[in-house]
């Protein structure tokens, strides 16, 4: 399986480079000539020896990762694995208990030729059975009750012929997820066929499944049981960053002000690693309860992806999980880049927002770059393929996203903000400020053109400097 196969991949690697470098130390060591024992010194050739073993220690390390990632899509996607990957790639993609049985059905069932059995162990409760004379049948269900309990760890196991468990996989005959309380048994004849490095894949990806389950039921709990909005509005602002992280050679700060208790506006910031940091800026169309929801949605969908760097694919993930709620004439845009601090650049993608910019200094003062949108609304029209922008970052250049509750506040005369020489020229007289003095400052310019009158949408901003 994946595991020996990588093993012995290494194996090889290690003697390969062993071999040439006996091979040409042999070669080597006749060359050295030695007139005189008292002038001898053996920096030289142990420099070349480092630098030759170094060499070769990389190439086979490079090989190495090469055929190991070869011989996981082979295995990962070969052979009776292959059902188990095509089930966690959909898992990845349910988000409530309807999208999981369906995908237990399609692909464990019809495809697999598994039996599943689901179970709430905090109650007891089958939440989900195959219908299958196996899992349908009240002792096994009894027996797994009294051998897995609630208390039992989380993880993965195999289960053998009497569905205790097994050490392992070659004697098993299904197996089973714990998570939370929740256990997933799956009963497979060919159990044994299935590579083991599949198994945290799932464990990992179901995990992730319950957390977004119960995120979007606890936000439609909320939404349908009760007249407190505060409530909710407690809730939808914990999916916000409580406090801006501190990041290498970037200032952050942010404001957001929803016109009612709830919003549709959202915002987070998520360090990747010491260099790279994701920032993300969108607004749910509609106001009110079906829009928090939507945002808490999103939210929970990028925080919880594995790979944060594949911006594309977190804009697909955001679009299945809007449309996969069902909810009419509900969509986001949004805008997601990152920053990288070390190659001082922003990879990005504008799904429609109007207003992100780069606001940058010049020999004649502050010029304001825009960030162009490339991609279309996100959740309820096709999406075409995106592309990634990239633009250039400065030492001290600062990036602004903000919601169009910003920029399209009106006067008196009914002229937005937006549209005119004070709003840009109060963004370019600012940027010489730390983010939360450039913030005030819009924010005071927000009120103060918007008069007595009341705001008519949300109000978010997000706003990082950099520096190298």
């Known amino acids: 399986m994946y595991k020996a196969r990588r093993r012995i991949a290494l194996t090889l690697i290690y003697v390969f480079i062993a071999v040439i470098f006996v091979i040409l130390a042999i070669l080597l060591v006749p060359q050295i000539k030695i007139n005189d024992f008292r002038t001898y010194t053996n920096v030289f050739p142990t420099s070349v020896t480092a630098v030759l073993f170094g060499f070769l220690l990389l190439t086979g390390f490079t090989t190495y990762e090469t055929i190991r990632l070869s011989l996981e899509r082979r295995a ?7 059902l188990l990957t095509r089930f966690i790639n959909k898992l990845r993609f349910c988000y409530s208990l309807e999208d999981f049985y369906s995908a237990i059905a399609s692909i464990l069932e019809e495809e697999a030729d598994c039996s599943v059995l689901y179970v709430d162990r905090k109650t007891n409760y089958t939440l989900y059975s195959s219908p299958a004379r196996l899992t349908s049948n009240p002792a096994v269900i009894e027996k797994l009750a009294q051998y897995f309990p609630v208390s039992w760890n989380d993880g993965f196991y195999f289960l053998g012929n009497e569905y205790g468990v097994v050490s392992s996989s070659k004697n098993a005959r299904g197996f089973f997820l714990a998570v939370n309380g929740q256990h997933l048994y799956v009963f497979c004849r060919y159990a044994r066929r299935f590579d083991n490095e599949i198994y945290p894949k799932l464990y990992d990806e179901f995990g992730r499944f319950q957390n977004r389950a119960q995120t979007i ?13 505060e409530v909710l509005a407690d809730t939808q602002r914990s999916f ?18 929803p016109l009612i208790n709830v919003s549709g506006d959202y915002y987070t910031v998520l360090p990747i690693d010491e260099h790279k940091t994701l920032l993300m800026l969108g607004d749910v169309s509609g106001k009110g309860l079906a829009a928090a929801l939507v945002m808490g949605l999103v939210m929970n969908t990028v925080k919880t992806m594995v790979n944060k ?13 809007i449309k996969g709620m069902a909810l009419q004439d509900k969509y986001t845009v949004l805008f997601m880049g990152i920053v990288d ?4 650049t922003i990879r990005y993608i504008n799904a429609s ?12 003062g502050y010029r304001i770059k825009s960030l162009g949108s490339n991609c279309s609304i996100v959740g309820i029209i096709p999406l075409d393929d995106i592309e990634v922008a990239e633009q250039r970052l400065f030492s001290g250049d600062l990036i602004m996203m903000a919601s169009d509750g910003v920029s399209e506040v009106m006067n008196d005369k009914g002229v937005e903000l937006g549209d005119t020489d004070l709003f840009t020229d109060t963004i370019k007289k600012s940027a010489s400020k730390d983010p939360q003095a450039f913030i ?6 927000v009120m103060a053109y918007n008069g007595n009158k009341k ?5 978010t901003m997000l706003v990082a400097k950099v520096k190298g």
């Open 76 to 82: 990962m996607e070969g052979g009776a694995t292959e």
């Open 217 to 229: 039921s606890s936000l439609s709990e909320i939404s349908e049981l009760t007249t407190e909005w």
């Open 240 to 257: 916000l960053p409580q406090v801006m992280p501190e990041i290498k050679n970037m200032k952050l700060a942010a404001y957001f002000r």
């Open 309 to 321: 760097k594949d911006l594309v694919a977190a804009i697909n993930a955001v679009d299945s999980a």
């Open 341 to 344: 601090t070390e190659k001082m």
């Open 353 to 364: 927002m109007s207003d992100p910019i780069i606001v940058t200094k010049s020999p004649d």
């Open 440 to 445: 005030d400052d819009i924010i005071n310019l």
């Open 455 to 459: 705001l008519r949408d949300d109000v």
